[in-house]
Structure formats: C-alpha cells, structure tokens
C-alpha cells in the first residue's frame, strides 16, 4: 500500500483564522515532508520530519507551523495566513530522507483558499 | 546550486503517436532522479526511480532513461488517458548527505488527441 492521506480536501480560511492540515501514512516511512504548490508550477518544499524531528525548515514563515506526533502522523497548523498563501498543499513520505529508495509518495493534498 | 530543465513546456500529441520528453540536470552529485505524474488538482503520482547512467526503467506505455546529463521519458503509442503534467526531479547530495530535497523541473503538460 503506497497509499498517504490528507484532510481536509478543501479548506477556506479567513486571515484570522486557526486551522490544521492533516496528514497521515502506513509505509513504516521514516521521512515525511510538506510542499506547496501554486497553479502551473511544481511542488515547492516547506518542511522535512526525519524520525519525527524536524530537518529542514525552508525559511517558511512562522504562521506555518508543522508538527509530527507519531511516526505516521504529520500535522501543519496555520494562523493569521495572508490570501497568497492559497494554493495546494502536499504531504509526501519516503523510507528515509536522502538516502537510496527515496522516492516520496505524495498524498492529494489539501486545498487551501485564503479569504 | 542544482538546477534541472524540462522540455518541452508543453506536448500535444495524437492518440498513438510516439515521442520522448526531456529532463537536463546540473547537480553536485546525483543520488536519484524521479518521474512523477501529476493530474489537476492531484498529487504527484511516483512513477519511476533512476540512481544511475545507463539504467532504464519501463511501465506499460512509459519508459525512462538516463545519463549523465539527462534523462528521457518515452511514451510510445499514448492514449488520451495519458494526458497529464510530467515532472521531473533529483536527490542530490549537499555537503555529504541530500536530507530529502528533491530539486523539480518546471513539467511538461502532455495532451494527447483521440
């Protein structure tokens, strides 16, 4: 099963609001990531989790927040978000981060409307 | 910095009309380069890993190549289902260890015509 799942489908958020994207995978996969993908580009990374710590942080803004709970289990909680950060928004896993058999399976994302 | 290029921006294509699509990469040492499909509105759909030149891999109408410089995706005889966005990305190494970032190419958005 190469299966990631995201909720909510579609979400719409007023620029004062607190919501949280969910995301969630039953590979064993160590590594978990968050992209962003605005209309006609590719997916742009945000955070990587490796073994539930946080690697990378691709100087994201702070109302971005992510969280990992559990191996399987990735979170990104938004507040006071700006109308240009809607767009789709993509949680991937992989075994592990950078090492060989690193493809990253992505789940269907969320998407995000910013009003 | 790594860089990867895909070609052409956009393929329209007759049903059963073969034809390649292009993926250049300048990297500081390649780790992996991936192919994914991407619907609207959809995630990335994994199809093929390369690690190194020379290898190829095949998926029913699909096959990828690579070598040192780039990598190819064939599509022989599409089908109207394969219309899609085909993206391209590496793993490469940074200071010894790549910790998971991929490197995409901007896509190529295939239409192929019944």
């Known amino acids: 099963d190469t299966e990631v799942t995201q909720t909510p489908k579609h979400l719409v958020m007023g620029m004062t609001n607190k919501k949280s994207l969910k995301c969630e995978q039953h590979?064993?996969?160590?590594?978990m990531y968050w992209y962003k993908q605005k209309a006609k580009k590719p997916p742009e990374l945000m955070f990587v989790?490796?073994?539930?710590?946080?690697?990378i942080n691709e100087s994201v803004p702070s109302r971005f927040s992510p969280e990992c709970p559990n191996s399987s289990l990735l979170n990104l909680h938004l507040h006071a978000l700006q109308p240009e950060d809607s767009a789709l928004y993509l949680c991937a896993s992989s075994h592990i981060a950078g090492g060989g058999y690193n493809e990253q399976f992505f789940g269907p994302g969320t998407r995000l409307t910013v009003l | 910095e790594d860089q990867v290029t895909q070609s052409p921006e956009a393929l329209r294509l007759q049903e059963g009309e073969s034809s390649s699509l292009n993926c250049s990469y300048t990297?500081?040492?390649?780790?992996?380069l991936f192919w994914y499909r991407q619907d609207p509105g959809k995630g990335p759909e994994f199809l093929f890993t390369l690690y190194s030149a020379g290898e190829e891999k095949e998926k029913e109408r699909l096959k990828a190549t690579l070598t040192k410089k780039e990598s190819f995706l064939h599509i022989t005889a599409p089908k109207p289902e394969d219309s899609a966005t085909y993206l391209c990305a590496v793993l490469a190494n940074a200071g010894g260890t790549s910790y998971g970032k991929l490197t995409f190419g901007q896509g190529t958005i295939l239409t192929v015509h019944p």
């Open positions: 590979m064993g996969h160590r590594a």
């Open positions: 989790y490796s073994y539930e710590k946080l690697s």
């Open positions: 990297v500081s040492g390649l780790r992996g």
